[in-house]
Structure formats: C-alpha cells, structure tokens
C-alpha cells in the first residue's frame, strides 16, 4: 500500500488536486483531495498505536 505522499502524487498526475495535509491526526494520517470532478475524498493511513476511546 502506498503512503499518502505517494498517494498525493498519484492524485496530481491523474489530473487531481492535493486540498490539504497529509496531517497528522490521534488516529493517523490524513489527505484530502479532490478527484478531476470536485468530488473531495479522505484518505487516510491509519497509525499502528492508535488510542482509540471505549464507551
């Protein structure tokens, strides 16, 4: 699985653009983009160590 600097590269060559991060987040990290169309995606690579709240 690529990373998600490999992600935001793959996305600006599909015709794509990079709106934000990748930023770091409690449960990993995130990328927004938006494809070719305007429609906005999150991608995200989850972090291994994540302390993810139980109620």
Do not use: I, S
């Amino acid at each position: 699985m690529p990373n998600l600097t490999q992600a935001a590269t793959a996305v600006e060559r599909g015709g794509g653009q990079v709106l934000d991060g990748p930023t770091d987040q409690p449960w990993g990290r995130e990328l927004l983009v938006a494809d070719p169309d305007g429609y906005r995606l999150v991608l995200w690579q989850g972090g291994l160590n994540a302390d993810w709240p139980t109620w």
